[in-house]
């Protein structure tokens, strides 16, 4: 038996190396013409009476869904899949574990092993080297079908999500024969040596699946629900589980086709594309509903009598008051719903869309469309990369702290940009246009995403620049704002007089804050930003004390309230772009609390600036929401991030190794392992 091969690095080393490759293949491209708690378990013997072997006690009432699931692909493609639960590992890797418990079952050419660690949030998968699905799509399998599941503990999901994937899979199954996207470089053999293992790690890490078609596809025939009044009602936890994975999987078609309308509008006009867009803005209005549904659910404490936002019940379901369990059923319910109509209508539109940029007639022009902002691009990431060191050598960490990944990760987007570009060249030389279709939306996503990072450097140094031009206006008005509180306050004291306001204190604080930016700005490098922010909710909580006192207008306090608004919005799309920016470049491991709150700060920012709120003061406390939302919104991403980074991951076929003995069971396969999602106390 051929030996295994650890699949895992350490990540710096691999980053400093992919950073360096990102340069090399830009510059060789640019030159190519046109271019829970339980026992530990030892590898186990696995169930004589069917498909499940559950150790761990993980699936209780849900295990026959789960067995019909495994029967159903049985029937329908002829696939064995055995899923086992268990409480760890036993000190082994998941891979090791998976591929020993395989072998010692005798598993054959068909036959999938998922192993899962419910203590450990760990899985693995194993498969013999002869299966019918390349190591890459099963790859994407685990990380689009398995790992969502896994995140959130959803055991029973973890192995329909397997089902239905390779279910998916198997209808159009991968390649077999050896070609990855390193194979596809058309690059001068000394990079390639150096550099192509890398390069085929970043883009089979960072990519989405790249169909044919050019629009993503919604969540509306791809796992959201609507489920009929006639029906038994879901577990509450299903259906909360399944509106957030329809919330995610909502959000990120959206985000895909707003990608995709770009590019389009640059092909083809806005003429062309308007119909698109009308369907793009009513699918996000009907997420951003959903959104703020799922952040009153989310609430501590819920309001009371949670009701729908906006518009009559469904049908099926009287107007009336409701409490408890009633209420948060009725409104996942309408979370999923609604998801399901933004798909609809992105679907009704995306047909229209895909026929005309014709990627699979012609996909030249889209080709050359993305060749020449990509050029653009490996010319701009360098210009960023400059500004980052500049932004670093002249503010405080914490300044730069939300740009400070950015160019690193849009070095790897520029890989995998290449690699997909010179794919698509040689596809085109193959005169096989579908295969150059699918290169280019991953060529255009890979694009976009670059786009997306750089302007976030060039952003945040603008911003920084102007936080440093308004602090010393909030800090005048803060000042005065500490002067007009100190003699409503003074007369009060000196007569013993209650304070049911707390304005004392609030004098402390603030003038504790400007003490404190004062000592920063003397110090050396600082934050501006952060500094602004601090001053502005000193100077908002003193005003707030002030006008619950009546005395603003008589000391001019409405111009004050305006000008302090002015600082607390800038501060406050400051906060929302760090999140968006986020949830963007890792839409793949952001989950939905840190999205559920970014969708509400985008809503409070848009009331602040809206009708809704008409006086100075109501829109300050909009604006003061957006900030804490969006702010909350980031650490959660951040959160998420961390999670994804950390687990062990590995990815099959020639990229990482040679296949071993074909008796080996498992040359094929994957590990990995997920924790919940971050959650606002």
């Known amino acids: 038996m051929t030996p295994r091969v650890s699949r895992t690095g350490p990540r710096t080393a691999v980053r400093a190396v992919r950073a360096l490759v990102a340069v090399l293949l830009a ?3 640019a030159a190519l013409p046109g271019a829970g708690t339980a026992r530990a378990e030892d590898p186990v013997t696995l169930s004589a009476s069917g498909w499940i072997t559950d150790r761990a006690r993980a699936l209780g009432a849900r ?31 998941s891979q090791d574990w998976a591929d020993t418990t395989a072998q010692q079952n005798s598993l054959g050419r068909d036959d999938v092993l998922l192993a899962v660690a419910t203590g450990t949030r760990q899985y693995a998968y ?30 029973a999901g973890t192995a329909v ?8 899979a198997l209808a159009g199954p991968g390649r077999r024969d050896g070609s990855t996207v390193a194979g596809d470089y058309v690059l001068p053999v000394a990079v390639l040596a ?22 993503p596809a919604s969540t509306h025939g791809a796992g959201a629900r609507e489920w009929e009044p006639d029906t038994a009602p879901p577990d509450l936890a299903v259906l909360e589980a399944e509106a957030d994975r329809t919330l995610v999987a909502t959000d990120d078609a959206i985000r895909s086709s707003d990608e995709e309308l770009g590019f389009a509008l640059a092909q083809l006009g806005d ?9 793009l803005t009513y699918a996000r209005s009907e997420l ?19 009701a729908l936002p906006e518009g009559p019940a469904p049908p099926d379901e009287p107007e009336r008051p409701e409490e408890g369990g009633a209420a948060r059923r009725r409104m996942l319910r309408e979370i999923v719903a609604r998801c399901a109509a933004a798909g609809r209508r992105l679907d009704a539109e995306a047909e229209t869309l895909d026929a005309l940029r014709a990627l699979e007639r012609d996909p030249s022009p889209a080709l050359e469309g993305a060749e020449t902002a990509f050029r653009t691009l490996t010319g701009r990431t360098a210009a960023a990369d400059s500004a980052l060191t500049a932004l670093r050598q002249r503010y405080a960490p914490g300044a730069t702290a939300p740009v400070e990944s950015h160019v690193e990760e849009a070095k790897e987007h520029l890989v995998a940009a290449t690699a997909s570009l010179n794919a698509a060249r040689q596809a085109l030389d193959a005169q096989d246009p579908g295969e150059a279709a699918a290169r280019v939306r991953a060529a255009e996503s890979a694009v976009a995403l670059v786009t997306a990072l750089v302007d976030g450097v060039d952003r945040r140094a603008g911003e920084l620049a102007e936080a440093e031009e308004r602090l ?32 004392p204190a609030r004098i402390a604080r603030a003038e504790a804050v400007l003490i404190g930016v004062g000592r920063a700005r003397a110090a050396g490098p600082y934050d501006p930003l952060d500094a602004l922010r601090r001053v502005v909710l000193a100077e908002a909580a003193l005003g707030e004390a002030l006008t619950a006192l009546g005395v603003r207008e008589r000391e001019g306090g409405v111009e004050h309230a305006r000008a302090l608004l002015d600082r607390a919005t800038f501060a406050a799309r400051a906060a929302v772009a760090a999140a968006e920016d986020r949830v963007t470049a890792h839409r793949d491991a952001v989950g939905c609390a840190a999205r559920t709150r970014l969708s509400e700060a985008r809503r409070h920012l848009a009331r602040a600036a809206g009708a809704a709120v008409p006086d100075a003061d109501g829109a300050l406390a909009e604006v003061l929401r957006a900030d804490a939302l969006a702010r909350r919104a980031r650490a959660l991403a951040d959160t998420d991030v961390r999670v994804e980074e950390d687990a062990p991951r590995t990815f099959g076929g020639n990229d990482h190794g040679a296949h071993g003995n074909p008796s080996d069971h498992g040359n094929a396969s994957g590990q990995g392992n997920a924790s919940g999602q971050g959650e606002e106390p």
């Open 271 to 279: 003429a062309a594309t308007r119909p698109f867009a009308g369907a």
């Open 161 to 168: 999500g397997a089902a239905e994937g390779l279910d998916t």
């Open 472 to 503: 010393p206006a909030g800090l005048a008005g803060a000042r005065a704002a500490v002067t007009a509180a100190r003699q409503v306050s003074a007369p009060a004291e000196r007569s013993g007089a209650a304070d049911p306001h707390g304005l």
């Open 194 to 215: 150096a550099a192509g293992l890398v390069a085929a790690y970043a883009y089979a890490r960072r990519r989405r699946r790249a169909a044919t078609r050019t629009t």
């Open 126 to 155: 194993s498969v013999d080297q002869d299966f019918r699905l390349s190591d890459q799509v099963l790859g994407e399998v685990a990380r689009e079908s398995v790992e969502p599941a896994l995140r959130r503990g959803d055991w």
């Open 288 to 306: 951003a509903t959903a959104f703020r549904l799922r952040q009153q659910l989310d609430d501590d404490p819920p309001p009371r009598g949670l």
């Open 63 to 93: 295990e026959p869904g789960v067995a019909a699931a495994l029967d159903r692909l049985h029937e329908d493609r002829g696939v064995q899949l055995f899923a086992v639960y268990v409480g760890d590992f036993s000190g082994r890797t």
């Open 27 to 29: 510059t060789c491209w």
